[in-house]
């Protein structure tokens, strides 16, 4: 069994566990004992929506029911599996939620993927952590939104991500079952076109470790409110925010700022779609001259 000395300094030490499958991956040793790069790229296969909602910087918490050692860089791969357009639809809503939570109702919804294509490699993230459901639950300074995350996972351990990025080109190759080894060169033509895409930056060793004082959930849901009427809404989506009957002034002025915010979105991700056309054309003219 593999001591949890990497798990933020000497000092701290995570308290033992049981595993409820009886078994650990230790995932080729820690991150700390490998590069970042090269040998020690390791990967995840996920199914759709959730690969590249994980790599979209929105995903935050995997759940998984085994342990794991592994610490650092972890490639994230779309499973075989087409997702359903209910998926979708029902994904996107949940994380619209988180997203609210973080910034408020007036911060509209986050940047979703115009695609989720599978069996295919589509970015990477960075395992800060892997903690029992049980630790998770006790860190009293996480964000509604993070906590939200945690409850929607059914299984016994977390993987906490942060750092993520996701390919302009996703390409095709097969996945393995839990975690597995990512060659070489896959990694090192994949880690070309990554793009940071951390819509939701955490800190969770700073929640773990007790650097971030615990929050006060009632000030947070008054805040979370307060910002939902004056952009248009509240936790029922209702555009009179109290209840009273009446809408307030900075209404229609939010949602147009949504607006313009949400069609500036759009013409980014219009652009990079040309963007991972034009490279795809490029490297096959590529091939064909070779």
């Not at 040793?29 to 929506?49: E, K, S």
């Not at 639809?89 to 973080?102: I, N």
């Not at 299984?155 to 990025?165: A, P």
């Amino acid at each position: 069994m593999a001591s949890g000395s990497g798990r933020g300094g000497g000092s701290h030490q995570p308290p033992k566990r049981p595993l409820p499958t009886g078994e650990r991956v230790r995932s080729f040793g820690h991150a700390a004992n490998a590069p970042r790069g090269g040998p020690g790229d390791v990967c995840m296969t996920l199914h759709q929506p959730l690969a590249s909602m994980m790599v979209f910087g929105l995903k935050r918490v995997e759940g998984r029911g085994w342990d794991s050692d592994w610490r650092g860089r972890l490639w994230i791969h779309a499973a075989s599996l087409e997702p359903s357009p209910d998926d979708v639809a029902k994904y996107e809503a949940f994380y619209t939620e988180v997203f609210q939570l973080e910034f408020g109702r007036g911060a509209g919804k986050p940047q979703f993927p115009l695609h989720y294509p599978t069996s295919c490699l589509v970015g990477c993230v960075h395992v800060v952590d892997v903690v029992a459901r049980e630790t998770f639950e006790t860190w009293g300074s996480l964000p509604t939104s993070a906590k939200l995350e945690g409850d929607s996972n059914g299984s016994g351990f977390y993987f906490l991500c942060q750092e993520q990025k996701r390919m302009v080109l996703p390409f095709q190759m097969s996945g393995q079952h839990k975690l597995w080894k990512l060659d070489r060169k896959d990694a090192e033509r994949a880690a070309k076109q990554l793009r940071a895409c951390e819509q939701m930056p955490i800190d969770f060793q700073g929640h773990r470790d007790g650097r971030i004082p615990p929050r006060d959930a009632e000030v947070e849901d008054s805040a979370y409110n307060i910002r939902g009427r004056n952009g248009g809404g509240n936790r029922d989506g209702n555009r009179d925010g109290d209840g009273d009957g009446f809408s307030y002034a900075g209404d229609d002025a939010a949602e147009e700022e949504e607006a313009t915010v949400a069609a500036a979105s759009r013409a980014s991700l219009a652009a990079e779609e040309e963007e991972q056309v034009a490279l795809a054309l490029a490297i096959s003219l590529s091939m064909l001259d070779d």
